[in-house]
Every structure is written in structure tokens, then in C-alpha cells.
């Protein structure tokens, strides 16, 4: 039987091949276009030189999960948090938390799941439509928050395309390591100026399967098992939206509910209980013949509230949010050949946690900022301009009861920041395209990394904020060459960017005892900072005709060092590598997948390395009609080798208790009327 070292190489090997193979054997393709990509791209070009990837259509549905780090796992240089499978957030290029700015239709989601990593993110992706992912700095136009990337979370739930009838779909799933029972069902019906849109979703979960295993809690072993603890949830929501259509533009509004109880694993007797309830309004409208070609305009307010609940029922600590975004984006008129936008956001965010857990005082986040992107076609190909200017404040209500003094007075800070952007695409031929981008960025501190004083319960740490905290600066340099020639495809690109005052949770060295029990103490303190990477993807048609075959892979590689202390930045994920054969033949369609991740070894004195795995996945679908109804039947078993897995991008309090998924079959049925 092959060693694990001899599957590493093939892996590694097949990945890289996939890439080249490309060169040497382009086939005739269907010439049909993919989707504009909407997210950082206020012009809808086909060719833009930041990297994005994006989930829709059938891949979507075989890559949904349970959570959106999940479903994006398998993305190049997307890695995630996983606290476990419920609290889950996306990792890009190695950072995550307030770096990556999460969007539904390109607003903020405005939570708390940024706040810890037992946080889940209030976004299922049973409703989504459509996901995209931009890698890189996005904070030119979302903000100092995107300075690691943005995933936007596309639905309809605001419909922005007219239309006329009845049209629907209907989808359910069950099984999987997590013996998920989970369905989604939405209507939508126009008459050509009117658009509704209805929406619900579900799904129950157990405790994880995994390989048999020896847990570790805190370095200690605790028996061996199959599941991983507290590891359940229950999950549903909805939403009703709707749209009125005009000569040149439109105006919606939509009302939204999620609704989430899941186990916390690092306690075994703690769930969460989630609410997030959300209006959004959007309207667009354009013009013939007037200095503006068109106005955009979004409102979001959002009310969300979680409790952290004992197994007595008890209620520890409750967390709430509630926030207000004004998203508004003007295209002007060409001057020559230049063509460009400008905007304003403003967003209110307050934040409050009450209770016996509480490590951040009640804090309140504003943010106004304007910003421009210009975009100018030349000889050396397409150049992109923009600027970003933005003011926030941070305030802290201080202690509540000035006898238990935890969090001092009431004070705030303010922050101007600057971001800026130049990007270029040449393209070299029809098929090949060199593409650049550089940037510069900055991002204020975050509450809790300005006021936090206490436990928190995730890190089994006693964290402290310095509200001497200046804003976090970094230079993004991104560089590609992409090869497509219909449905065939080869990127290869590399990245570097250099931060200065990165602000990072450091160990003291010293141990704080709160209520008897001793706990590491970490500060957050400005460091300088690096991040490297390679990212390859690739798509080539080996066989067209009756029985189509097309290999796909991706290889990323991400490496980060904090340079003040010349260790490896924590929770950076390993070398890793996918490869997929994908075959059709008439309705029916297979996909064997190899997911590779190297062993991680760079890692800071305060955590431990990670071991390599490979785990491989198979998938079946079968589409057919019913009633009419285009319908894909789908079977999926992941992890057919029941490889024991663990995630190197996690912390090391639920590493240990929560290895990845183990073997286990899932089937679904989606049904499009």
C-alpha cells in the first residue's frame, strides 16, 4: 500500500501538472461566458486583476455546508477557523476575524462573529445563490475590514431583475458526518413591474462523526470516541422581499430572520441560542444623458442578540448588536476614455455583552467614509485607480458598576484612514493576460482590541486590548498570468504584502488568576508583519464527446512571520493542494476528488504542529425532470479513507477536540420550477 509520503507527492504533483497541462492541450469548448463577477468590480469587466473566485450553480450545491468556511474551504487560498462544524468562519491567505469582511449582496453583515472564535456566522448557505470571494484588499471600497478579503453572499431576496410567472426551488439533504436533515424552499412570482420573493430554510444536526480518536482537553486526554462533543444545532429562517420596476432602475425592500442553537465544543455542557433580524432596502437607477450614468443605493439595519447558555439552563452571557450601513455608489459620465465612480458609507454599529463571560465592555463603532475608483483603458492594457478616505470612532462605555472595576471609564478613539489602489491587466492575447495590483491599506482597532480586559472562554486566555492602539497599515503587492480558452483555464499567481503595526494577540508570559483558576495572559500589540503566497488553479477538457472527462486542481501556499519576534504567524494554513476528475455522460455526472494539506510545522512557540492528511471524496448526480421540473439528484461520500484530520488554521483549545469530518454519506434532491 502507498505511504502517506507517496500520496503527499502524487498529490502535490497532480496539482501542479493540472496547471501545466493546460498549456499543452487546449480543446474546443463551448464559448459560453461565466458570470460578471460582482464584487470589487463596480464596472462588470470580464478581466480584473484582482483574484476572485466564485460558487454558483451545481458546484455550489455539491460544496454547501453547513457554515460559509465550510462551503469555501476549497477555494485557493481560503482556508477556515473551525471552531468546530458550527462556528466556522472563512480564512484568506491567512487571516481572518475582522480582516475579512463578510457581505450579504455587498452589505455588511454587521454581527459579532468576529468578536471570537466560537462566533458562527449568521449567513446558512442553503438560501445563497451565489458566493464570491475576493482575495487580497478589498478595503477600497468596504472598508479597513476587507484588508484580508471579502466574501459576498449573493440571494435574491431584494429581486433586481424583472420578471414574469412563477418560478421556484425546492431542496433537501440528509446524512453526512453530522446526520443532517436540512431543506430550503423559495417562490418568486412577477408580472414584469412586480417582483416577490419568499424564502425558508432548516436544518438539524447531530454531534459530528469522526475517526475514533483520543481527544485532548488543555494537553489532557480524555476517553476515546467517535463524535465530537456538544457539536449539534438546529438552524432555520426566512425572508419575504420585493421590488418595484421602473423605466430605468428599481426599488426593494426585504425583511429577513435567522434563527441558530448550537453546541460550544470546548464546553461540553454550553450552546449558543443566535437571533439576527434584518431589513434591507436597495433601489438602482440610470441615465441617458446626465452627468451621472447611474445611482446605487443600499440600506441595512440589522438587530442580532446570542446567549451563551450553562447546562442548567442558566443564562451566562448575552451578546448584542444592532447597526445601521448607507451604502450609496455614483457611475459618472465618461471624461475621454475614462470612466469611473465615486461613494459614501456610513455605518453605526453597538455592541453589548452582559454577564459572567463578558470581556469587552459595551462599545459603539462608527464609520464615514468616501471613496473613488477611476478606470482608464491604454496601450499596456487596462489601468485601475482608486482612493479611499474614512473616519471611525471607537467608544467605550466603561465599567457599569463602578464598584467591579474591569474596564475603566468611559472613553473613545478616532481614526483617519487612508487607502489606495493601482491595478493594471494586459492582455497579451486573446487567451493570455498578465494582470498587477498594488495597494495600500488601513485599519482601525476593533473594540475588542482596544478594550478587551477578561477570560475568553474560546482562547482559554485572560486577553487585554491597549486603547493605545494606532491603526494597522499594510502594502499588498498581487501579481498573475491566467491562460482561458472557453471552459479551460491556468492561473498562477503570487502575492506579498508587509504590514506595519499589525496587530497581533501575543503571549506575556505570565498567568492571571481569575476565580481560583490560573489563565495564560495574552495583549494585543502592534508588530510588524509579513505574508507571502503562490496560488495555482486549473481547469483542462481531457475528453469531449459522448463521455466528457476535464481535470481541475488548485496549490496554494501561504506563509506569514511576525518580524518583530521573527516567529511564524498563528493559525496560517499548510501547503495544500485539490485535485478532481470530473466525468459526464448524458444526465449522469462523477467527481473523485483528492484534498491534500501538508503538515504544518511553522508554527509560533505557543502552539503546536499540525499533521498532514489526504482525504479523498466522491460524488455522484443524476438530473432528470419531474413534473416538468428540471430536477439534480446528488450522492456524495467525503473522506472515504475515514482519515483522522485536523485543521491547522484552528486555535489549539478546539483542535484537539474537534479532528475534521470522518467517512460519511450524503444525498440531497434539488428541484428547479
Known amino acids: ?111 459579532a462573529s468576529s468578536l471570537s472564535f466560537d462566533h458562527a456566522v449568521p449567513i446558512d448557505p442553503l438560501f445563497i445563490e451565489r458566493l464570491e470571494v475576493l482575495r487580497g484588499p478589498g478595503a477600497l471600497l468596504y472598508g479597513g475590514s476587507a484588508v484580508g478579503g471579502v466574501v459576498n453572499a449573493l440571494d435574491n431576496r431584494i429581486p433586481r431583475e424583472r420578471m414574469s410567472g412563477v418560478s421556484g426551488v425546492v431542496e433537501a439533504r440528509l446524512g453526512g458526518a453530522q446526520s443532517e436533515r436540512g431543506g430550503a424552499a423559495l417562490v418568486e412570482a412577477g408580472n414584469g413591474q412586480f417582483v416577490l420573493h419568499a424564502d425558508v430554510f432548516g436544518r438539524n444536526t447531530k454531534d459530528l462523526r469522526v475517526p475514533t480518536h483520543t481527544p485532548l482537553e488543555d494537553g489532557s486526554p480524555l476517553p476515546e470516541t467517535d463524535r465530537v462533543r456538544n457539536s449539534a444545532s438546529r438552524t432555520h429562517g426566512g425572508a419575504l422581499g420585493g421590488s418595484v420596476f421602473f423605466d430605468r432602475g428599481y426599488l426593494g425592500v426585504s425583511v429577513d430572520t435567522y434563527d441558530s442553537r448550537y453546541g460550544v465544543v470546548v464546553e461540553p455542557d454550553v450552546t449558543i441560542q443566535m437571533k439576527r433580524d434584518h431589513v ?146 494586459f492582455k497579451l492575447s486573446p487567451q493570455w493576460s498578465l494582470s498587477g495590483a498594488l495597494s495600500f491599506s488601513e485599519r482601525a482597532p476593533t473594540s475588542f482590541e482596544l478594550y478587551a480586559n477578561g477570560v475568553h472562554a474560546a482562547t482559554s486566555a485572560y486577553e487585554r486590548g491597549d486603547t493605545t492602539l494606532a491603526a494597522e497599515r499594510g502594502n499588498n503587492l498581487d501579481v498573475a498570468l491566467e491562460w482561458k480558452e472557453g471552459a479551460n483555464l491556468l492561473r498562477i499567481g503570487a502575492f506579498h504584502a508587509r504590514f506595519s503595526r499589525f496587530i497581533a494577540l501575543e503571549a506575556t508570559g505570565n498567568d492571571v488568576t481569575v476565580d481560583g483558576e490560573d489563565f495564560p495572559e495574552y495583549e494585543f500589540r502592534s508588530v510588524r508583519a509579513r505574508m507571502n503566497g503562490i496560488e495555482i488553479n486549473g481547469k483542462q477538457r481531457l475528453v469531449d464527446g459522448p463521455v466528457a472527462l476535464d481535470l481541475s486542481g488548485k496549490l496554494d501556499l501561504t506563509r506569514g512571520n511576525n518580524l518583530d519576534t521573527g516567529e511564524p504567524l498563528p493559525r496560517v494554513a499548510p501547503l495544500r493542494a485539490l485535485l478532481g476528475l470530473d466525468a459526464s455522460h448524458g444526465l449522469w455526472g462523477g467527481r473523485i476528488e483528492l484534498d491534500h494539506a501538508a503538515r504544518q510545522t511553522r508554527v509560533p512557540a505557543t502552539d503546536t504542529p499540525t499533521a498532514s492528511y489526504t482525504i479523498i471524496n466522491l460524488s455522484l448526480t443524476r438530473r432528470f425532470t419531474l413534473q416538468s421540473s428540471d430536477a439534480l439528484w446528488f450522492l456524495q461520500l467525503t473522506n472515504a479513507g475515514n482519515e483522522l484530520a485536523y485543521n491547522a488554521a484552528s486555535i489549539q483549545t478546539v483542535r484537539g477536540l474537534s479532528p475534521l469530518p470522518g467517512r460519511a454519506l450524503k444525498t440531497g434532491l434539488r428541484v428547479s420550477f
Open 1 to 111: 500500500m502507498p505511504s502517506h509520503t507517496s500520496l503527499r507527492r502524487a498529490a502535490l504533483a497532480s496539482a501542479i501538472g493540472v496547471a501545466f497541462s493546460s498549456l499543452a492541450q487546449a480543446q474546443a469548448l463551448s464559448t459560453t461566458l461565466p458570470p460578471v463577477v460582482v464584487t470589487g468590480n463596480p464596472f462588470g469587466s470580464r478581466d480584473i486583476a484582482t483574484p476572485v473566485s466564485v460558487l454558483t450553480g451545481d458546484e455550489l450545491t455539491l460544496r454547501r455546508g453547513s457554515s460559509l468556511g465550510d462551503t469555501l474551504n476549497s477555494t485557493p487560498g481560503v482556508s477556515s477557523s473551525y471552531f468546530g462544524p458550527n462556528a466556522n468562519r472563512p480564512v484568506i491567505r491567512g487571516l481572518d476575524g475582522d480582516r475579512v469582511r463578510v457581505l450579504s449582496n455587498a452589505g455588511a453583515s454587521l454581527d
Open 280 to 425: 434591507g432596502l436597495a433601489g438602482e437607477v440610470s441615465f441617458s444623458d446626465a452627468p451621472l450614468l447611474g445611482l446605487k443605493a443600499q440600506l441595512n439595519h440589522t438587530r442580532y442578540e446570542h446567549q451563551e447558555i450553562e447546562g442548567t439552563g442558566e443564562i451566562g452571557t448575552t451578546f448584542k448588536t444592532s447597526g445601521d450601513e448607507i451604502r450609496i455608489e455614483a457611475r459618472h459620465a465618461p471624461l475621454g476614455p475614462l470612466r469611473g465612480m465615486f461613494g459614501v458609507q456610513l455605518e453605526d454599529f453597538d455592541f453589548s455583552a452582559l454577564g459572567e463571560e463578558a470581556f469587552v465592555p459595551s462599545t459603539r463603532t462608527r464609520k464615514h467614509a468616501l471613496f473613488a475608483l477611476e478606470e482608464l483603458p491604454w496601450v499596456g492594457g487596462t489601468l485601475s485607480a482608486g482612493l479611499r478616505l474614512e473616519r471611525n470612532k471607537v467608544s467605550s462605555e466603561g465599567d457599569v458598576d463602578p464598584l467591579d472595576a474591569q474596564f475603566g471609564p468611559a472613553t473613545e478613539r478616532s481614526f483617519s484612514l487612508r487607502s489606495a489602489s493601482l491595478s493594471n491587466v
